[in-house]
């Protein structure tokens, strides 16, 4: 148990830093760029960026690990510790302070994952129960709330055009684990199982759409308005998919159903707080000043 906390904090701290390197570089690139592949295509090119995609990589080795010797239900909120790291460090690195209200938007954020994480506790299900109509109406659900996110955020600007973007990334992001989970059951049958499997196809696809929104909300605004919103989605919908499809079970009943509602309120709390905070505005057009005069890639 010892090594899966370590191994948890410590992909927490990579995430972190991983997710201030990427939006330090996206954050540069013109608002043209995004959610268009010219926008990955030019960052590939940023030492900076492929600095973070690394520590990326790094971290899911480590929560791998994790999760080798612990359950889910203790690694996924120790891992959400990350915000706990990324936005300060975000705040840091453009010389900037946060006060009260961000810092209070951070810890509620993070600690309401946490508790809404760990009264849940999702365990169980078999990825092999879904058939092909809970297969489209999970992927049809969501298109659709990534397709509304993405209108509401060209409707929106600053901090909250960042989050609506995040929500998207958020719901492919956690669509992409469902498909993953399911990859991996095919995985046990062998190779050829899961090469066969159209699950296998509609990962990589997710991965690279996934990537693409993420990249494009750290671009549209300070990590503060992206990260939030991403790491509070994407379980979410793992576990709601997870529950609906795979025939998961969480905890239910009291008092566990109000602490899940709690943490959950004080998760739109502390965005809702990081999004009108002034601070958190003003990084982002230092955070585009300061990525367009690195000089970390060639325009």
């Not at 939006?23 to 090119?45: H, I, T």
């Not at 909250?160 to 684990?177: C, E, F, H, I």
């Not at 699950?199 to 690279?208: G, K």
């Amino acid at each position: 148990m010892p090594i899966a906390v370590l191994a948890s904090l410590a992909a927490g701290v990579c995430f972190a830093v991983a997710g201030v390197l990427q939006q330090w570089a996206a954050g540069g690139r013109p608002d043209a760029e995004a959610l268009s592949p010219r926008l990955l295509a030019r960052l590939v090119r940023d030492r900076v960026w492929l600095g973070g995609i690394g520590l990326a990589v790094l971290a899911y080795g480590f929560q791998s690990l994790a999760l080798a010797y612990g359950p889910l239900s203790l690694v996924q909120p120790l891992i959400v510790a990350e915000l706990v790291f990324a936005v300060p460090l975000s705040a840091r690195l453009h010389r900037m302070r946060l006060g009260p209200r961000e810092w209070f938007g951070t810890v509620a954020v993070a600690a309401g994952l946490v508790l809404a994480l760990v009264s849940a506790r999702p365990h169980g299900g078999r990825p092999d129960a879904a058939d092909l109509l809970s297969w489209l109406l999970v992927l049809g659900a969501t298109a659709a709330l990534v397709g509304c996110a993405l209108a509401a955020a060209r409707l929106l600007s600053g901090p909250w055009r960042a989050s609506a973007t995040a929500l998207a990334a958020g719901a492919v992001m956690g669509t992409q684990s469902v498909l993953l989970a399911a990859t991996v059951d095919r995985l046990r049958h062998g190779l050829l199982a899961a090469l066969s499997a159209w699950q296998t196809y509609a990962l990589v696809l997710a991965s690279v759409g996934g990537l693409l929104l993420i990249q494009s909300a750290f671009q549209q605004g300070p990590l503060a308005s992206s990260m939030t919103v991403l790491d509070a989605m994407e379980p979410v919908v793992a576990v709601t998919v997870g529950t609906a499809v795979f025939g998961e079970t969480i905890h239910t009943g009291w008092p566990v159903t109000a602490v899940t509602a709690a943490g959950l309120a004080l998760v739109v709390a502390g965005v809702a707080s990081l999004d009108s905070s002034p601070v958190i505005a003003a990084l982002r057009g230092r955070g585009a000043a300061s990525g367009r005069g690195g000089g970390c890639e060639e325009r």
